[in-house]
């Protein structure tokens, strides 16, 4: 499972009080990455750890292959 | 990678949202793949590729039409439809016909159509995979 945070979603994925949970789903085997033109936009350099920042090719990627891509 | 297609459904109207932002720059990526690219624009979506749409100056800051350099969907759209074209891919953008009537905006760039949701599922058939990004 690939979580892909974007637009305000990546708000979380600073280090802070709520970037615990990403760090966990990213410890039990989630591959959490952030948006980087969102990061950009909101001057966000420091990421939670397990947050890694993706340019949003990796949403084709997903797509193009076929896996049950959901947006929340 | 022309065999390739992927279906997007857009909800959301021009110049409000964030998520059409995000939607045109997925757009972006998959017709430089080649890949094919249907997208059902419904309710205020539909008024993305309305070709009346028009640059505007901003005089608050004092800057003519060129120097705001204001992007609209329907240019972008037409950009999509170019980029598309010169990779191989083809993009089949339907614009809710119901949708375009109640808003008035039945002015469509071309090389979009006017459609119905039955054209939706007719994408979700034909496509490797389906987005759907609604309003909120």
Known sequence: MTFFLAQNG???ARPSAHSGTLSALAKDGVTVLADDF?????GITQLAEGVTVSPIDVVVDHLAAGHKTLWH | M??????????DPPYESENLTTALRILDVAPRRGYNINVF?????????????AAHPNPIHGKDVA?????????QIAALLAEAEKHGGKVDWVNCGMCVDERGVNEHVPGTRRGSPADFHGFVEA???VLVIPTK
């Open chain 1, 10 to 12: 990546v708000l979380p």
């Open chain 1, 38 to 42: 969102s990061l950009q936009e909101r």
């Open chain 2, 2 to 11: 022309a065999d390739t297609t992927i279906a997007i459904a857009l909800m």
């Open chain 2, 41 to 53: 624009a419904y309710e205020g979506a539909a008024a993305l590729a309305f070709t009346r749409q």
């Open chain 2, 67 to 75: 120097q705001e350099n204001h992007p609209t969907t329907k240019d």
């Open chain 2, 127 to 129: 496509s490797v995979n």
